[in-house]
């Protein structure tokens, strides 16, 4: 049916309709409000998490007159950072997220002390190489590009097999010597992460990544990522796993009252609390996985919340990587947490989280929110901590002791270590 103007005069809907007409401006002001509000509000409900925190921007305390960069580095300078163990534990480290590297892409990755280059032949297979090529020293992840499963360098155009690092071709010559090859390393793309093998004495994998059944076929979903940069040994990482104590005192303020050590013990937030229960447990027959069982709940005054029970079993798989199962009222997924050392004393560290349809991806926010904010805490710990070699322990911290002992199993004679710098020398 056809409206006539006149007929909306009457309703309620006319005068509302004549000021849109001539208030056309306002209406679309309204309007695109209305529809920016939407899409934040369907950000925030349907898109993964995804942040990423630099060094400074998390765990120093500022002094109000330099910027926290400054801090950061002068604190860098200055600290001790005790008798600490080699800098580069031997086993598989994360590089990248398997979407970050597209079919042709070359990046530019520097890990481990080691200038690297990973690409992704048209096979669609990840390969690293040593950054450097051996002819004149250019770096093939700026600007090389990818030939079928090789890399050409940018300087002369030399072609580097993926696979073995062997070159397969010289534009400009006819003969293509024997000792015409790069190091190619051992690297493993398991859905989603790409690893990449690193051993001190030049040992080949003595075991793999653990396989995600549920990513691999699809029932557990990509739900985001945090990523932080750390100033400390690496080692520090993975044994708050052990550390069964700190669990009680750093995290059991609730996540509300955030990541900054000053405030969080305030008694304002006495009134909830999270509450843990772990147990850390190296495994007979895999020796380079250590196990950590974790529950976690919420009380609020005394009473424990019913749904917010998480159940967490952690696989420790080797030096810088932990596959962390949960299951909750929502469903279940995992963490995948890795840490991979970039210099001596600084670590990358990552969380991706992959979880089952069931959970709504706001509640895998909130956990991977939550998560990083406990984890912000120990950085804030991290960043300005010493390591004790011989540290002061009673009985209640004994698993801090065998976790140190397993981590031991991943050094080896030639493993780098940190020259002595500064705090032998009197400034
Ligand atoms: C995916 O793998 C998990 C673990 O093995 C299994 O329980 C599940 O049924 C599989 N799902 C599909 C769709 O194949
Ligand atoms: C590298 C790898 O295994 N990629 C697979 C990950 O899983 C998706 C489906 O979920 C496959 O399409 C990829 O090939
Ligand atoms: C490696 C490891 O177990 N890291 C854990 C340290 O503690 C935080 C907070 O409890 C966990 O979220 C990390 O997974
Ligand atoms: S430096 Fe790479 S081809 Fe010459
Ligand atoms: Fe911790």
Redesign the pocket.
């Known amino acids: 049916m056809l409206l006539k103007l006149h007929d909306f005069s009457h309703s309620v809907w006319g005068p509302l309709f004549a000021t849109m007409v001539q208030n056309f401006w306002l209406t679309c002001v309204c309007f695109l409000l209305f529809a920016y509000f939407m899409l934040k509000l369907g950000k925030l409900f349907f898109t993964p998490l995804e942040m990423e925190r630099k060094l400074h921007e998390i765990g120093y305390l500022s002094d109000g007159r330099r910027s926290l960069k400054d801090i950061a580095n002068e604190i860098q300078k200055r600290r001790k950072c005790g008798d600490i163990p080699p800098v580069y534990p031997n086993g598989w480290f994360h590089v990248l997220a398997s979407r970050e590297l597209a079919v042709g892409d070359v990046k530019y990755i520097s890990v481990l002390g080691e200038q690297l280059a990973v690409f992704r032949g048209t096979n669609g297979v990840a390969y690293i190489v040593n950054a450097y090529c051996p002819h004149l020293g250019a770096n093939l992840g700026i600007g090389g590009q990818v030939v079928g499963n090789c890399i050409q360098c940018p300087f002369h155009g030399w072609v580097y097999r993926g696979e073995d690092g062997k070159c397969v071709k010289i534009p400009y010559s006819e003969k293509i010597p024997d000792f015409a090859q790069t190091k190619a390393w051992p690297c493993i793309e398991k859905n989603s992460t790409i690893y990449i093998w690193y051993h001190a004495e030049g040992i080949e994998p003595t075991w793999t990544p653990d396989d995600i059944e549920e990513i691999e076929n699809g029932t557990w979903t990509y739900r985001g990522y945090t990523q932080h940069t750390i100033n400390a040994h690496i080692e520090e990482?993975?044994e708050?796993?052990s550390d069964i104590s700190h669990?009680d005192h750093l995290?059991s303020s609730p996540i509300i009252s955030g990541s900054d050590l000053r405030y969080s013990f305030s008694n304002w937030w006495q009134f909830a609390k999270h509450n843990?229960f772990a147990k850390w447990n190296p495994l007979d027959d895999e020796k380079h996985v250590g196990c950590?069982k974790?529950s976690h709940t919420i009380s609020v005054l005394g009473y424990v919340i019913p749904f917010t029970a998480l159940h967490m079993t952690?696989r420790?798989t080797g030096p810088g990587l932990?596959f962390?199962k949960w299951s909750c009222v929502f469903g279940d997924g995992i963490?995948l947490?890795s840490?991979t050392p970039k210099e001596p004393l600084l670590q990358c560290m990552r969380?991706s989280l992959y979880a089952s349809w069931t959970v709504p991806t706001i509640v895998a926010k909130i956990l991977l929110y939550g998560?990083a904010m406990?984890?912000e805490r120990?950085i804030m710990i991290w960043n300005h901590k010493t390591f004790v070699s011989k540290p002061l322990l009673v009985k209640e911290d004994r698993l801090i002791n065998k976790h140190r002992r397993w981590y031991s199993q991943f050094f080896s004679e030639n493993s780098p270590r940190l020259l002595m710098k500064k705090e032998t020398l009197d400034w």
Request: net charge negative.
């Open positions: 990482i993975p708050n796993g669990l995290h843990w950590l974790l952690a420790q932990v962390m963490f947490h840490v969380h998560e406990q984890v120990d």
